[in-house]
């Protein structure tokens, strides 16, 4: 209970590397990049940080699950995107929530919520607090009170015949998968911040996980959700598949807490994988490997893994120093062998001219998928450190269709480097593949305009959102949508549906105190 | 254009079959039930049918699209469900829509929702008119037109790179195949209606389609829609995945006409399979037979084809006749040969007792799988002759986890038995599968009581759906909630969420034209 987490940053306080390492790699992180050495800056105490008095009290009947210490305050005024880094780093929190609540169960939250309204305050749903589009965040101009759900994190029931579990929605990634594995079972969600976020995180925002393929988002695994609202429990029915109107769970994932605090879920889990197979693959061009990833996902071969790095991605993360394109490639099952499954991939690719990196022998095989996983989870660990040396660095992600593929991967790569100047380099990675097209991440890495990071992450995410939004792609595909990037929902999602959805909060939320500002 | 589908059952006028053939049929079906001989009736000629006048009267400027004649009038009041084919036979049209109205684009259809608000007139959404709960009925008490969609049915465009086509509403099932088929391409939905229903109503309904697992419902393949609502354009981005708050297709998919009528679709369609494995095994029980899907659904496997029918389903159809439950097991891909995935399923049978059919003769294979489609597809044709031979005949359908499963078949299995009395038949197939469960489809058979079949159904169909309820089932898996489940999706639903779907209606509706009485 002594372990903190890191009050500007990622993981906790014990792993933040001493200055002179920090120093040591922020040098070289620069050199590799080839950018000019700068002076390595150290983030602002928490003890220097200035906080606005808190505008809100609360009442007795919920002091002791409320916390208004600059720590609590602190750590629930952002989410983790290198802006809130940024901000953090260098102690400038001017809006924080004026209290954090921490329920222990639903009644308890039940009663937070009937207080925020009651006080006219807004009520920010908080899980692990990885949001990188300001989606946890308090609005500006009002009394906050963040709601964190850590405290509920129990695994409450299993199914093992119809292979689901009653999850609380405040679980944590390695909690969750803690208590499914007494059971053989495991839900298999791994984003990137699978350490620090939570089941109902991932629901509230449409997190896409593990599966590059068929299973891509936690949509997919959601079997009935519960949610309090302000007007009462939305709960649906625990059902394999129902054609009974509307999804009702579909509209309360991805609602990114304005419609109600998910409390719980019935989720769709899997018995433990026992059988594996893996390949990194290289291509000459990002182009020639797509085209392979596009036969696969039309295969019906279903892959675990499917992720194509570029030449400059791969070549960062290590996973292939050659600058050609390297797809890591994976199949895994809980109930047959696998290598008719990998030996058909295997021709796919072949076709497209892939070429197997150390050749059928299987021993090596596994190697590119460890090694870019491994850099895959310490990323945002590397952040942190990337912030102190003045490089900017950070990601954006779409979904669009294959027709429109190659043209919105190339004017997305332009318009990041026009806006970041000479010296940015941009990488690109198919995080999520599907028949009908795929998800493009980018990744932006580029000198830091110091103390004027955000004007500089403005310019750099309008020019790559315009250049997603006009090649016709999503503004997201699970990074959900949150503050930062409403401008281009808005203009992205039909306006009937727009009118609908706002209407539809009304109805659950009629003082709009559930997380105002984000997604309406 | 002289071909005219029947006023009262189902199919074409040519092929309804000659009196003296339905006597037979219906004589020898009453036998083969056990049922006691009774006379054979015959239906009402349309020209004996008495309507109430027009309520409205279309504008000049709409004249050309609209028809007032009782042909069109009468095979625009009903669906095809027991119920309205009882009704139509029986010449009973007690409200009938006063006005069809067939667009043939999208201005059009804009003019007449115009003019349905003006007139405050309700405007039913009608595309192939296969509903079998009550889903294109008129309201009662109110003047209503009927929109039918069926002029608009051309495939706009295919995109063979994402494997997408774009395609109008109110294109029916071989339509919409001849113009895919000529691209490579095939949709592959498949319900029972195929030959007569349509897009826009397979999306409007959440209608079940040809495979079994994985891609139950035609959601799964809907790639953007396009609507029409009172209040503008309702249309998604063409996305093969996005997180982007919450998914505006999924509000409109399954929304039963009440949100905007929808006039067209990117669809994720198929490549056409080039490799098939199927076999029929049997078990000694229904429920052995469930234990062996449910390992089949949860292997990863994913099998195109998995019905599972009952002893007694089997023998009715013709495709097992000894008694034992019978699986409809089928792989199929346009990519590769499945030899390897139907071992591996055929393993996971035999672990559960099931046994091959014709052992490991690959000839004799496919049989079961085509016996039971012919059937499965002559099944609405037939139901016409039964009751022109007063046999009461009507299908019950859900989905259920797992855990449940044996106690909520046996639960509607004695229900509806109790509600029909003695000499009646119950049998349950499986028509898809789940991971998590399964959707079991019932068909009831008993002598009708004549005359009072309506009261009979009530009956019945209460006692069936309180049984699915109090089960844990939904009320429907695939065939829609339209007026005849409103009791019990009503019940069934998140009460915030009925809150919301009714606002979110409002929005975009708020005259309350579309489809009213229908959902909420």
């Avoid at 800056?41 to 808190?54: G, M, S």
């Avoid at 007007?231 to 054609?243: I, K």
Wanted: hydrophobic share 40%; glycine share 10%.
């Amino acid at each position: 209970m002594t372990r903190r987490r890191k009050h500007w940053g990622w993981g906790f306080e014990d792993q933040q590397p001493p200055p002179g390492e920090v120093e040591a790699t922020a040098t070289a992180a620069r050199e590799h990049l080839g950018f000019e050495p700068a002076p390595v800056e150290r983030p602002v105490p928490l003890d220097d940080v200035t906080l606005p008095a808190p505008a809100l009290d609360p009442p007795a009947s919920l002091a002791d699950i409320c916390r208004t210490d600059p720590y609590e305050r602190v750590t629930h005024s952002y989410g983790k995107s290198y802006r809130d880094v940024v901000r953090a780093f260098r102690g400038r929190f001017d809006n924080p929530p004026d209290v954090v609540a921490h329920p222990r169960d639903e009644a308890e939250l039940e009663r937070v919520l009937a207080w925020c309204e009651e006080a006219g305050a807004a009520a920010v749903p908080f899980g692990g607090g990885t949001s990188v589009v300001g989606g946890v965040e308090p609005p500006l101009g009002r009394a906050a009170v963040s709601i964190d759900l850590k405290r509920m994190d129990r695994v409450l029931e299993v199914d093992s015949e119809s292979r689901a579990a009653l999850i609380q929605a405040g679980a944590m990634g390695p909690l969750l998968e803690d208590q499914l594995r007494g059971h053989g079972l495991t839900l298999r969600h791994f984003p990137q911040s699978f350490e620090y976020s939570t089941l109902g995180g991932w629901i509230a925002t449409r997190a896409g996980g593990h599966y590059a393929t068929l299973h891509t988002h936690i949509d997919d695994f959601v079997e009935s959700v519960r949610a309090l609202t302000p007007r009462g429990v939305w709960e649906s029915r625990r059902l394999p598949g129902s054609g009974a109107g509307p999804s009702p769970d579909r509209l309360l994932i991805g609602s990114e807490g304005i419609l109600g605090v998910i409390t719980q879920a019935w989720m769709r889990v899997q018995n433990a994988p026992r059988f594996r197979e893996s390949a990194g693959l290289t291509f000459d061009s990002f182009e020639a490997g797509a085209r392979a990833v596009r036969a696969l996902s039309q295969s019906g071969l279903h892959p675990s893994n499917c992720r194509l790095l570029d030449g400059a991605e791969a070549a960062l993360t290590g996973a292939a120093p050659d600058g050609r394109a390297l797809l890591v490639l994976g199949f895994e099952s809980a109930d047959h062998a696998l290598d008719p499954w990998m030996a058909r991939a295997l021709e796919l690719c072949a076709d497209h001219g892939g070429r197997a990196r150390g050749g059928d022998d299987r021993s090596t095989r596994g190697e590119a998928e460890s090694s870019w996983r491994d850099a895959f989870l310490q990323a945002p660990y590397l952040r942190d450190t990337l912030v102190a040396a003045g490089v900017f660095v950070e990601t954006f992600e779409s979904a669009v269709t294959w027709d429109r593929f190659d043209a919105l991967v190339a004017s997305v790569r332009e318009r990041a480097r026009e806006a970041l100047g000479a010296g940015a380099t941009v990488t690109c990675r198919l995080t999520h593949v599907y028949p009908d097209g795929a998800a493009p991440y980018f990744t932006v890495l580029a000198p830091a305009r110091r103390g004027d990071e955000l004007a500089q992450w403005d310019e750099v995410k309008a020019a790559a959102s315009e250049a997603i939004l006009g090649g016709g792609g999503t503004i997201t595909h699970h990074h959900a949508v949150g503050r930062d990037h409403r401008p281009w929902y808005d203009r992205q999602r039909p306006d009937p549906f727009a009118d609908a959805l706002r209407a539809a909060k009304a109805a659950v939320d009629p003082a709009g105190i559930l997380n105002p500002g984000v997604l309406v």
